[in-house]
């Protein structure tokens, strides 16, 4: 997943180039057009008035900058926040398959808390990610599961999170050659299905198993 940092270093060239050409505008204001020289100061708060301008507009694009900056530690938050999500995802994948591994008697107290987890960073990651299948009518309501369906769907969910987290649209963070476009989109979309997979089946398991605990 390619994320782009705007260029602190462009932006500010524009706010400078913006600058001399309000200061330019604000020159303007004290020549008339076609004068020899700079006409009689018949306003004596005119310099003033002139230095207010300035310092207005100066102050404007010092609060662009800053702006700027708070774009930009807002944008560096996200990073980290989507690059834990995805680590803890895959921390809570691993802890699921091992108990199933070991054949181990399900704990759905256990298993509602793992995936109440993996449903709430999944669909944070979904903020980020906007994923979407357009061919695929998505419903409403959340598939009510089986008690024999606990394990099949915890295996399912275990290799969903497998085909998300190795999806090359989200490992590479090198520029994508024009060459590979068609293949790039075509990894998003894998990406976005899974993702969309992931927060609709964790839901159910965790509905399902929260049911299950009371009677364990």
Known sequence: MNYRVPKIKKLVGFLV???FSLCAAGI???QKPGSAG???NNNPNIDDRIRQIDEG??????TNVSLEEENQKRLQAAIVNMKDDYKRIQVLRNDIARNLVARKPIEYKLVAEQTAEINQRASRLNVYMQARVPDERKPNTVDELKNEEMVGSLVKLCKLIDSF???????????????????SKEDKANADRDLLAIIKLS???QKKSVSLSASQ
């Open 17 to 19: 180039a913006a600058i």
């Open 28 to 30: 303007t204001v004290a």
């Open 38 to 40: 700079p006409p009689p």
């Open 57 to 62: 507009r100066l102050r404007g694009a010092e």
């Open 165 to 183: 987290t190795e999806n090359p649209a989200l490992k590479s963070a090198a520029t994508v050659d024009s060459k590979d476009i068609a293949k």
């Open 203 to 205: 839901a159910g398991i």
